[in-house]
C-alpha cells in the first residue's frame, strides 16, 4: 500500500513542482516508516530503488514523457543501476530524494539519485542506465528523437564524468556476462 499512496501523492504534487527541464533535479521528502526498515531498524535496500523510481517518474511525469510514451507507446526502461551507502536512514527519519539526469549517448541515459537527511548528509547515492523503449519498432529512441517528441529543442549532453565512464564499462560488461559473452 505505501508505494500506491506515495506514488499518488508525487503525482498528485507534480504540477506544484512545475515542468522538468534538463539539468533540474526532481526533490521528493519522505521519511521512514515502519515498512521500510529492515531487521536493522533503517531503510532497506530495495526501499532506495523504490524511492528512485518515484524520483524517475516525477521526472516523466513533469517532461511530459508519460503523456508522449503512451502516444507513442514507447515505455521508459531501467537498464542498470550502481548504489552506494554511506550513512544509514533510521526509523522516522526524514529524508529527500534528489533524481536528475545527468548526461545522455545515442539511446541510453545516466541518471542520478541523491539521499539526503534532513542535516543535509548524503546517505546514499545511486547511477542508473536508462532508455526508451520503442515498442512498435523494437528499438531503444534516439535520445535526439525523443526531445522533437517533446517539443524541446535537442541539446548536446555533456561528456562522461570519470565516475560515469567507470559505471558505464562495467554496466556494459556486466551485461554482456549476463546475456552469456
Not at 18 to 30: I, K, M, Q, T, V
Not at 44 to 55: F, I, K
Request: hydrophobic content about 45%; overall charge positive; charged content about 25%.
Amino acid at each position: 500500500m505505501y508505494v500506491w499512496a506515495r506514488m499518488a501523492r508525487m503525482a498528485a504534487t507534480a504540477s506544484r513542482r512545475g515542468p522538468y527541464a534538463l539539468g533540474d533535479e526532481s526533490r521528493l521528502s519522505f521519511r521512514c516508516l515502519p515498512t521500510d526498515i529492515d531487521t536493522n531498524m533503517h531503510l532497506n535496500n530495495a526501499r532506495y530503488m523504490m524511492l528512485a523510481d518515484l524520483g524517475r517518474i516525477d521526472i516523466f511525469l513533469r517532461s511530459g514523457l508519460i503523456k508522449v510514451a503512451r502516444e507513442k507507446r514507447w515505455a521508459p526502461m531501467l537498464g542498470g543501476l550502481q548504489t552506494v551507502f554511506v550513512r544509514e536512514i533510521r526509523l522516522w527519519r526524514r529524508f529527500d530524494v534528489f533524481s536528475s539526469i545527468e548526461t545522455w549517448d545515442g539511446t541510453e541515459v545516466i541518471g542520478k539519485h541523491r539521499f539526503v537527511l534532513d542535516t543535509g548528509e548524503t546517505a546514499a547515492v545511486i547511477m542508473t542506465s536508462a532508455g526508451v523503449y520503442d515498442r512498435a519498432n523494437r528499438r531503444f529512441v534516439a535520445i535526439d528523437d525523443l526531445f522533437k517528441a517533446l517539443g524541446v529543442n535537442p541539446v548536446a549532453p555533456r561528456g562522461y564524468s570519470e565516475e560515469e565512464e567507470i559505471f558505464t564499462a562495467s554496466h556494459k560488461r556486466l551485461r554482456a556476462v549476463a546475456k552469456g559473452g
